[in-house]
């Protein structure tokens, strides 16, 4: 009984195929992206597919270009990214301690430090104390080339400061930068039990090499 409603499906889609085919980038459907040859919009601009907002053609930018994220224009130049651990939430516990809960020995807020290795940038860097279940930073981080940013991962680490025992490790992972995290200018992360979350700015700079 259904094979005859399947067949003029199929007719009507065979008559109509644009409208049962992938929908058309267009101004209309793609305001806030521009549209690549492959006929999708694309939201978060690139060097590789870079154009302005509401459906307008994407474009590879040419070598030595890059693409102006405010603008959505390529621009001759390079273009870098300063990444800056800038504020954490942590467990008011240590979940790894057997013994005592607390971070310190004096029931005191755990000092936080957070360290990363940054490609293209050498050395390790490192933010500053700060003894808080709720930290904040505005120095310790690295400038580097953005477009090594999105081909290597960042090296973070985050812990407590000890300064009569060993320090207490909250977690270290690799965590790989994307497009979209360029355009929201932030990463949001959490560390699985003792760090609720960790936010890493980033912010961008142009210039001619």
Known sequence: MKRPASLLIALACA???PACGPSECTPDNCRDGCCSEENECVRYASDESCGPKGGGACLGCATG??????????????????VQPARATILPYDPYST????????????????????????GVFRTPEDESLRPRWNTGGCEVITSNL??????I???DVDDFAFDDSMGSFNYQVTPEDLHFGRIELALPEAVLALEIDLSHTYSAE
Do not use: N, Y
């Open 15 to 17: 008559l109509l195929l």
């Open 65 to 82: 270009s890059v693409c102006h994220l405010g603008q959505r224009a390529c621009i001759v130049g390079v273009m870098r990214t300063r």
């Open 99 to 122: 013994e005592d809960e607390d971070w310190d020995f004096d029931g005191s807020p755990p000092d936080v430090v957070v360290e990363m290795r940054c490609p293209s940038a050498s």
């Open 150 to 155: 999105l081909k290597f991962p960042l090296e």
């Open 157 to 159: 680490s985050i812990f």
